[in-house]
């Protein structure tokens, strides 16, 4: 069974940074696309970033020069690095994998199969 855990959330100040990260376990997937996400209480779920098992790499608009997507295959870690956060920015994020490109519509939640808990970050 796959399994995702975010970790690497915390509470910031204004403007600093923060890095997060997603290990899978239990599996390796090849030929998979892993998303972050995040949700804010009484918001929908909101895709960030995503990248191919072959580095491709897609940015929503509102956090693209902001955020950077990365992956490190030794480790099945893929990281979002988060930089002059906001208080906007608050919310629980969560990292997801699901089966072959990213494509078109990487950003849709519900194309993601696998998920992780999430990690709470919040900005002040």
């Known amino acids: 069974h796959v399994q995702l855990v975010e970790s690497g959330g915390g509470s910031v100040q204004a403007g600093e940074s923060l890095r997060l990260s997603c290990t899978t376990s239990g599996y390796t997937c090849r030929d998979c696309c892993t998303g972050w996400f995040r949700q804010a209480p009484g918001k929908e779920r909101e895709g960030l970033a995503a990248?191919?098992?072959?580095?491709?790499?897609a940015y929503a608009v509102y956090v693209e020069g902001r955020f950077t997507i990365s992956r490190d295959n030794t480790k099945n870690t893929v990281y979002l690095q988060m930089n002059t956060l906001k208080p906007e920015d608050s919310a629980m994020y969560y990292c997801?994998?699901?089966?072959?490109?990213?494509?078109?519509?990487?950003?849709?939640?519900?194309?993601?199969?696998?998920w992780g808990q999430g990690t709470q970050v919040t900005v002040s």
């Open positions: 990248i191919d098992s072959d580095g491709t790499i």
């Open positions: 997801a994998e699901k089966r072959g490109l990213c494509g078109t519509w990487w950003w849709k939640a519900f194309e993601y199969s696998n």
